[in-house]
């Protein structure tokens, strides 16, 4: 007779499959399973975790063959909006829906499986063995059951299944599998009162003869324990007391201990009211929302010090006091940084934060509190790009602050999705309002704005009338012949900087190349030290005296002696940070100077402290890269140094001169944000369009120029682009898949396609590189095209000499 309780579940595993998978739903999980939930599932051999897709009830004869092992949550970890991002994503980008959830889902929310070994029989000494199979049988003897990873390591070898399979078919072992969930709610100990009642005169008459003990209870008392309990840490550092002499209260049974569930993410009260706006802000805030009752997309193009923020606050505050959520976007770590202590004054912890410097369990317990089973719910999420994926039970507006910034790409691995075009999709699914923002927007979007598909708002002033900074320029080739530099400082920057530390004021210096110099060179024969796995110079960084290749990581110490001539006239060429800051101290050794690149930033609080340390006037000088320029806000800035503009707009990309804009004016803009500010420029090459641009502060003047030659040359905003991207350590198997590969494509494909060609460094980490560029029409469809990439790439990795061939699809590529 048919069952019709029997139920299959669709599930998404975090891996690189085309299609869902069926599972069985166990009686006993029926009534709770529902789509959204982890579920833990078998796999060739590996358990997983899955999300559930979709559930039908089905007959005997229809049911999946392979059952679910577990469920890990009582309420759905993923919603359905999120799901159906995901599939755009993944349709979009040209990737797997398993591969959008796998960048999706915190670690923490993934089980680890481990593959244990079991002894069963005791006397396995009297049985004929090999020296391998010995040597585990007694490893399991002292250790009772050991993992697969601890028989590779103790035989040294890494193919122990054989041998495994033998000593399981033989009876000596078995093996199974078992899963850990990596997420663990965070607890603390609180100490609490045995006896509420009459409990000080109790504890008092106790410990009257104790003077520490009865320190620690007047302590207790203090801090209010009696009614909520008392952190044990603080408890102890409060009253200034040994553990011991806790321990003696709890053997006494005057105190205890009570583990509670904490929060990992520490709230903060809100204690500023909201700033008042001026005229300028407040009817620039009409006209946002007023572009939200249209149902658009808003662009607020402001100018850097215009008071976008303050904006965006007020907007924030009308969407969580009407019970909405808020995903606030921001393209770098460094300025969630300050942004985060800017919010937290106006809305306590009502903000969570999310992004890759958090650990797995700070990430998970955001998401948790994210979503719409969270006790304690955040209302505003201040993230990178990776904040997109949580799962807002409520969220009503979206704001892309840095709006231009190509780090809201990301490159690798998949999916390769834009945090910015994902966030209007993200707005469309969940019916929230989009706000993009920046002082230099993406050429496409203003170009959408002026063509009515966003609407525009402008702020053309600065906060409280504040004028522009005045921005000069030096002609470092000119300045080289007069002898009017200084290692890589002009006169002129170098008399600009002892003014500002006399009026008490800070300085910004930027250049865009970290380390010492990017090229050490033999003055006889021209030799260049290279990395062995990569077609690139190393780079020099004197503090550690070693070469470092800027790609994959790889370090030599510095040569003394050309290997190819044996001449010791070796020097360096070029500049970086390191070098600037050096070369800084000696020209200015009273000042306090600080360095912020990725060398000075890789531990975990490194942007916050050195934000801080410049933020709170404790450091004169500020060198650093690209970071500088990501909307940081320091009041006491009054110059800004751009030691070499010519690296930011001198490379091969269409987007050259838009960027080379927008970094220089987004740089010069941490100069005078409450008076006005001095930039200076170094350049050879004062008369360059970007230059006479960012001097005059014209970003419409940029803006028409580089869209003309856009339209003349079919680029985007005009199309769309793909690039494929071919790797393998073998440089002919490269090539020839290439060239196959566009072979076939263009047999399908009668658009524009550039290439093959070699990326402009060939190798990196011991794999070659070509690639090849596709140009759509912007109003084309590109779903079957997708699909005849993917398809194409999937026939050419299936041909055995192909299989180590690494392929990869990007769309609208930065």
Known sequence: M??????????????????????SVPEVFREKISIGMRVVVELRGRLYTAIVVSLTKDNEDNLASKEIIDIL???????????????????????????????????????????????????????????????????????QEITVKDVVDILGKKNVMPTLNRMMNNGLICIFKEY??????????????????????????????????????????????????????????????????????????????????????????????????????KNAEKEILNGFEKGKTVLLHGVTGSGKTEIYVDIIRSVIEKGGQVLYLLPEIALTTQLISRLKKYFGEKI???????????????????????????????????????????LKLIIVDEEHDSSFKQTDPAPRYNARDTALILGKISGSNVLLGSATPAVESFFNALDNKYQLVSLEKRYGDVPLPHISVVNIKDAYALKQMNGHFSIQLIEAINTTLENKEQVILFQNRRGYAPVVECRDCGWTPKCSHCDVSMTYHKHSDNMRCHYCGYSSARPVVCPVCGSVRLETKGFGTEQVQIEAEKLFPDAKILRMDLDTTGAKNSYQNIITTFENREADILIGTQMLSKGLDFDHVALVGILNADNTFKNESFRAYERGYQLLSQVSGRSGRKNEGEVIIQTYDPLHPVIQN?????????YHSVIGERKNFFFPPFCRMARIVFKHKNIDTVNIAADLYTQELKKVWTGEVLGPEFYHIPRINSLYIKHIYLKFPSEVSLSGTKKTLRYLADVLSCTKEYRSLRITIDIDPM
């Open 180 to 281: 850990v969930e990596r997420y663990r709610p965070k607890t603390e100990n609180f100490v609490f009162a045995v006896n509420e009642n009459n409990f000080a005169e109790n504890a008092i008459n106790a410990t009257e003869k104790r003077e520490k003990q009865r320190t620690l209870i007047m302590a207790f008392l203090s801090l209010n324990g009696l009614n909520k309990g008392v952190s044990k840490k603080k408890l102890l550092d409060y009253s200034g007391v040994s553990s011991a002499v806790l321990d003696t209260l709890i053997k006494n049974k005057i105190l205890k201990i009570v583990s509670l569930e904490v929060d990992r993410i520490k709230g903060e009260s809100a204690d500023n009211p909201i700033k008042e706006l001026s005229d300028e802000q």
């Open 2 to 23: 048919e069952n019709k309780n029997m139920m299959n579940a669709e599930i998404l595993l975090p891996l690189n499959l085309e299609k869902t998978l069926s599972y």
């Open 694 to 702: 960012v001097i005059s502060s014209d970003y419409i003047s940029m």
């Open 352 to 394: 969570g934060v999310y992004h890759s410097k958090y650990n797995d369990m700070q990430r998970a317990e955001v998401w948790n509190r994210t979503g719409k089973a969270a006790k304690n719910r955040f209302d505003i999420i201040i993230g990178a790009r990776s904040a997109i994926f949580l799962p807002f039970e409520n």
């Open 73 to 143: 949550d009582d309420s759905p970890c993923v919603n359905t909006l999120q799901l159906r991002l995901w599939k755009w994503i993944a349709e979009y980008y040209c990737c797997t829906t398993g591969e959008v959830m796998r960048a999706a889902l915190p670690s923490a929310l993934k089980i680890e499986s481990d593959t244990k070994i079991e002894l069963l029989q005791k006397q396995w000494s009297d049985t004929e063995l090999n020296d391998d199979e010995y040597i585990i049988c007694e490893a399991l003897e002292n250790s």
